[in-house]
């Protein structure tokens, strides 16, 4: 088996391929969480107006992360200390309103008054609050690259072979039916059964095959600061800043305010004023208490996946014989449980129900598969 990328969707489905007594061969573009994977912020919740089967797929999902670090207690790069959220003055949905909504689908939210915070969220200075702020208990936040590392030490354990570097790789195709992997240098890689979980990418892997799959990715970036005492625990979700803990004394964040002076910088990649990363990490120290100095120490900026109508596409690539494909916006919170389901499909030949509604189909649409369309090259 073969698999397309080496995000925490790829990896965690060949870990779980492998455990399950299979070959597996992982091929990357270029090396591990290189992509999406190493610019989330990695907020581990279901607190948003989710449809049903997504909110439980959503809890699965931070379940699944439970469980790991139960067996793993000692690490620092995931933690579940809660989430803290509030909105803009005048949005049209307040810490109330999201507050009854979540616990009208028994998910744990606590509404908070400001004064009261420090004592229920290390870290933050009670001043810089509205009056009220939503508290989520039981969110969390996991450092990607790091699971992959901790991932991959268990890949390599179990036999899997990775190969890195490998440029725009496509799917082989005979006679309908996925058989292989060739790089962008033109090795072939085998497969009885190919994954495509390239991230932002994935739609022009597809493209290649032919299909359209309908895409809303858009920029992101990430900044890490330089190590700093902060105090602070949980996640914020705020309206200038989201903001976590990160291994190191770090600390990660993003937001949106400053897209739009992301621009491309000519060879495929896109630059920023450094000032925007200064500026992003000044809206953090505001809320923290002390109102410490950080620095930023590391931004990455590039595409973050998001399947045209905002849900998970996972499984099979219809009318393809041993095509799959992963494709989400929220990699990080089914990163594990996305990975144990697509390779319970895959080894057994039965579709898993809680992935039912999150079948490819309903975002793909044929092209001429007769003549596949090269990479790079816009879709006919």
Known sequence: MAVLGAGILGVSTAVELLRGGAR????????????????????????????????????????????LLSENPGIDWLRFDGGVSWNADGADEGPAERYESQR?????????????VPAMVPGLDPAALPPVVLFNPGEGWVSLPHLIRHLLHEFALRGGTLVTGAGNADVVVEGGTAVGLRSGAGDLYPADVVLIAAGAGTPAVMGALGYQLGNRSDLAMLVVTEPKAHGLKAVLNTPRVSLRPHPGSRLAMDHTWY??????????GWSVDPQVAQDLADEA??????????????WRIGLKPVPGDGLPVLGEVPEMSGCYVAFTHSGATLG???????????????PHPVLSPFRPDRLLTAQDRDRPVPRGAPAP
């Open 336 to 350: 594990l449980i996305a990975g144990e389901l697509l390779a319970g499909e895959i080894l057994t030949g039965r």
């Open 104 to 116: 009208n689908q028994a998910y744990d939210a606590r509404l908070v008054a400001a004064a009261d």
């Open 24 to 67: 597996v061969t992982l091929v990357t573009e270029g090396h591990p969480a290189s992509g999406a994977s190493g610019r989330s912020l990695s907020w581990l919740n279901s607190g948003g107006d989710y449809p049903p089967a997504y909110h439980r797929l959503r809890l699965a999902g931070m379940d699944r992360y439970r469980t």
């Open 285 to 298: 120290s505001s809320l923290l208490a002390g109102h410490p100095r950080l620095m930023p120490q590391s």
């Open 259 to 268: 897209l739009d002076q992301i621009t491309p910088d000519g060879d495929g």
